[in-house]
Structures are given as C-alpha cells and as structure tokens.
C-alpha cells in the first residue's frame, strides 16, 4: 500500500481542541482522518448532515396553538 501525506490549513485553537479529545480517545490523528476518508468513499459523500443551520425562531414565528400550554 502506498501513502500520501495531506497538508491541511486549521485555526490552532480548533486543531488542539480537536486533538485532546482524539488523544482521550486513544486515536492518532492519522488514524482519524482515515476514518474519515473510507467513510467518504463509503457513504459516498461527506458522511455527515451538511446543511445550513437554523435561525432561531422569535415570539413573532410561534403560532398561537405553539404558544397556548395545556
């Protein structure tokens, strides 16, 4: 099996965030990002939701029936 290195660009602070809990979890961060590779060829695609998140509703988006507690 040949390898290839991949270089990626990551905010620092995310970067050790990220890595503590791989560290915790007993997993490299190589080994992670196979993972993440062989469930992409798995799934076919990012292997996780990827949409755009929700604004939260105000008051003024709550019909009365939502409102009304019974």
Do not use: C
Request: proline residues 3%.
């Amino acid at each position: 099996m040949k390898y290839e290195t991949v270089s990626v660009r990551i905010d620092s602070e995310l970067k050790e965030q990220a890595e503590s809990v791989l560290r915790e979890l007993g997993i490299s961060v190589s080994s992670a990002f196979t993972m993440f590779y062989k469930q992409v060829v798995l799934k076919n695609g990012i292997p996780f939701d990827v949409t755009l998140a929700q604004k939260p509703k105000v008051l003024e988006d709550y019909t009365h029936e939502e409102l009304v507690f019974v």
